[in-house]
């Protein structure tokens, strides 16, 4: 519910800003000094330089929130370490774009670096938060491991065979093994109860199939819910069924890429952490200099 709210604010910010100064963001560069618009939407106008400053407010706040949510124990308590990803990613790629606005699509100098730094950050976040989210976890954020992964799934292989045997019972039109099947077809290609495929080898490797999979993502959910109308699946159980098929359908997937993945994220972390104290050095001199210059608060 909280990843579905912030992407409307999200979605409704970055448009009523974006939208708000697009008659000046197309003017061509040359006649930008001219327009009526500069005082308001240039990078030293009211609006232009606030949205720097709100921006950048905006970055520190979710780097230094999530830092401090990750590492201070008195701050776990505050809730799932998952919403303060949600939230981080919220601010930390809204941020960005109102500094993008800022410049008014305009680089040059240290603006260029420090825009280009923090472009790398944001991409590199990105792709951290997709490695991060197919790697099974604990309730407090622990990564599992692989026989921690595959004793799940067989519970829920168990839990599924129970439930097609109440829905055989309840008068299905498959039998309580053709069900199962039907569904174990529909997800994994009939794959046993707890067994997973072999792991890519690599990184690479690791990553090209998760994203393929993510393309077909689609096509397994039809063929999902075809194999429960198909066996007459009475409407009492087809929810509980097919959250049960979804589970154990997701944490295969994600057991194929654990060990990669795993690794690739500790790579990652080591990489990524750098990178952001990188951007905040040019991000500090990008300020200093707007200050030197009398860029001060402009709404004071």
Same mark, same amino acid.
């Given at each position: ?18 939208l708000w100064g697009l008659d000046y963001y197309v003017l061509p ?170 792991? +890519?080898?690599? @990184?690479?490797?690791? /990553? &090209?199939?998760?994203? %393929? *999979?993510?393309? =077909?993502? $689609? ?14 699946? +009475?409407?009492? @159980?087809?929810?509980? /069924? &097919?959250?049960?098929? %979804? *589970?154990?359908? =997701?944490? $295969? ?21 750098? /990178? ?25």
């Amino acid at each position: 519910m909280l990843a579905f709210i912030l992407l409307v604010v999200w979605l409704g910010a970055a448009a009523s800003a974006l939208l708000w100064g697009l008659d000046y963001y197309v003017l061509p560069l040359e006649e930008r000094a001219f327009s009526p618009l500069a005082p308001v939407f240039a990078p030293t106008g009211a609006v232009g330089h606030g949205l720097g400053v709100v921006g950048t407010a905006m970055i520190v706040v979710g780097v230094a929130g999530y830092s401090a949510r990750r590492r201070m124990p008195l701050l776990r308590s505050l809730g799932a370490l998952k919403q303060g990803l949600q939230v981080h990613i919220f601010l930390c790629t809204l941020g960005p774009l109102f500094v993008l606005l800022h410049t008014s699509f305009k680089f040059g100098g240290l603006v260029s670096v420090a825009f280009w730094s923090m472009a790398v950050v944001v991409a590199s976040g990105l792709f951290g938060r997709y490695v991060y989210v197919r790697i099974p976890k604990t309730l407090n954020g622990r990564f599992l491991e692989v026989d921690q992964v595959q004793e799940r799934i067989r519970e829920l292989s168990d839990e599924i065979r129970a439930r097609v045997t109440e829905v055989a019972a309840a008068g299905s039109g498959l039998p309580a093994a053709s069900l199962d099947a039907s569904l174990d077809a529909a997800l994994h290609g009939g794959l046993a109860p707890g067994e997973i495929r072999a792991q +890519p080898r690599g @990184f690479f490797a690791a /990553l &090209l199939w998760a994203v %393929r *999979e993510d393309l =077909r993502a $689609r096509g397994r959910e039809r063929r999902l819910r075809r194999a429960v109308r198909q066996g007459h699946v +009475p409407l009492e @159980f087809r929810r509980s /069924l &097919l959250e049960l098929a %979804r *589970e154990r359908a =997701r944490l $295969r997937q994600q057991a194929i890429v654990l060990q990669p993945f795993q690794r690739l994220f500790r790579y990652w972390h080591v990489v990524h952490l750098p /990178l952001a104290v990188v951007m905040f050095i040019i991000l500090a001199g990008h300020i200093a200099v707007a200050v030197l210059f009398g860029y001060t608060w402009v709404w004071g």
